[in-house]
């Protein structure tokens, strides 16, 4: 008797698989998804936080440039100071969300770690470059600073660094060799099963996979409020990234023993019309 593979395998991550669906559907309508504008919004948002901290004395009263108003005014300007590190570290961290939202749509291809690493962290990296010279340079070596101003003013700035670094880290960064991965095991879990993304799934609120029996063990009693129909690619949007093990053992000894079995029909469209599958009582919920 030939021994069936029962391997389970892993479950992408919600990076890698966001990164596979939007790549296959770049495939599927020949368009590719522009990312070079999250990444040029980025630096953007990295160049404003750098002029909230590092503006120069131009001859103008602006109100902001923690470094302009350190050195004019450092007694009396404290204040002032404060906010532009603020606004800066929330520049810097929806300027590092922007790149990892670009990240996790076109990854990089190189396959050389330090680069991965770099380009996964820009974020991080970019908070410490636009934070560290105030840290060093004003705070640490400048004398003539008021002790109330320094004190002050180096607590907050330790504070928003870290809190910029941690908003600002990738912390399930992806790489296209993953991706590719995920595509593949995608792709060949749906052939193998005899599904296509035009076949009818289902999936529930709180579960982590899909499944093609309506009366599948695991879901039968649940709340219908809680369920949706879909096509494979709306389950996999949904972070529903594999099938479910109960219907992959049921479909497969169907097919085995010459059984025909309808499909989900999707909702509102007909394409795949036909009742839900129905398959023996099998008992026992998980």
Known sequence: MEKKDTTVKKKPTSAALQAAMAQLQEEESGKKKNTVIFRILAFVCWALAAVAMYLPYIGLNLPFGAVRILFLDPENNWLTVIIDIIVAGILCVVAARLWVHANHIHPTKSHN???????????????????????????????????????IVAAVLAVVFVGASAGSADYHPVTQDE???????????????????????????????????????????????????????????????????????????????????????????GNNGGSLPVAPDNGGNE
């Not at 972070?239 to 219907?247: E, G, K, M, S």
């Open 113 to 151: 770690k330090v680069i991965q690493f770099i380009w996964n962290q820009l974020g991080v990296i970019m908070a410490g470059v636009i934070f560290a010279p105030l840290a060093i340079i004003l705070i640490a070596n400048r004398k003539d600073l008021p002790q109330k101003t320094k004190t």
């Open 179 to 269: 991706v590719d991965s995920v595509i593949q095991q995608l792709t060949e879990e749906a052939e193998g099963y005899g599904f296509t993304d035009g076949d009818g799934v289902r999936w529930t609120k709180y579960g982590n996979c899909y499944h093609i029996f309506s009366d599948c063990q695991t879901i039968r009693n649940s709340n219908p409020d809680n369920c949706t129909d879909g096509s494979i690619q709306d389950a996999v949007d949904s972070n529903r990234a594999r099938l479910c093990t109960f219907c992959m053992k049921r479909y497969a000894e169907a097919k085995a023993n010459g059984e025909e079995l309808q499909k989900i029909a999707l909702p509102d469209t």
